[in-house]
């Protein structure tokens, strides 16, 4: 299948809740779902905390409904610089595998590994993906603007369901919104593909701990 990334010129999907996601039919995106336990409320505060002093130190109202456009308009450098320092600040502390860790248990990775490849071909494409003790990252591609969140909310409605009877547990699994971005080239793809497959390593997991899929086609 050949692979197709986000055209500004081109009819986006633009989707608000708790965060923005947006899509585009048959374009490659990078999702992360995280467990609802997997960042404690003081790393979260002090995250965003960090992020409003950015913003109010460059100009852009943190607090403004359109803050999200308003850093749009910031030159080049410091846009990279906030996505780089933000964005990585935050999949580091990911790695730092806080919460009860549930996606460790093999027989939980397992149920996740199947569900995102279950309608892989049918639905939606994986590219790749890694499932990680509290979170998962994965590259996907999805026929039409609304199939993302509709097969996401699937994903994470049998998943937690599973598991969560597994575990003899109710009550929220995941967290609420997962993050999403659409690729913008081959590069940035391939960078991507990297990071899920380092993700493992640089969080120190071993053999069994994690479960990696990549689609060689």
Not at 44 to 49: K, N, Q, S
Not at 113 to 138: C, E
Request: charged share 30%.
């Amino acid at each position: 299948m050949e692979l197709h990334f986000f055209d500004p010129d081109e009819a986006a999907a633009v989707l608000y809740r708790k965060l923005p996601h947006w899509s585009q039919a048959g374009v490659v995106c990078f999702i992360t779902f995280r467990t609802h336990d997997s960042m404690p409320r003081e790393v979260v505060e002090g995250w965003h905390r960090d992020r409003r002093n950015w913003l109010d130190e460059h100009g852009v109202n943190p607090h403004a409904a359109t803050w999200r456009l308003d850093l749009q308009q910031l030159d080049r450098p410091s846009q990279n610089e906030f996505y780089k320092l933000f964005s990585a600040r935050w999949h580091d502390k990911l790695d730092q595998c806080y919460g009860a860790c549930v996606l460790k248990d093999p027989l939980n990775a397992k149920t996740v590994a199947d569900s995102l490849l279950k309608f892989d071909g049918d639905r939606y494409w994986q590219t790749d993906f890694v499932v990680m003790p509290n979170h998962i990252h994965l590259l996907v591609v999805f026929p039409d603007d609304d199939a993302m969140l509709r097969q996401c909310e699937g994903w994470k409605r049998f998943t937690a369901r599973t598991i969560n009877q597994r575990g003899h547990q109710s009550g929220r699994f995941w967290q609420q919104d997962g993050f999403d971005h659409l690729v913008r080239s081959e590069a940035q793809f391939e960078y991507f593909r990297r990071y899920i497959a380092d993700n493992p390593r640089k969080a120190g997991l071993k053999s069994g701990e994690f479960i990696h899929y990549c689609d060689s086609k």
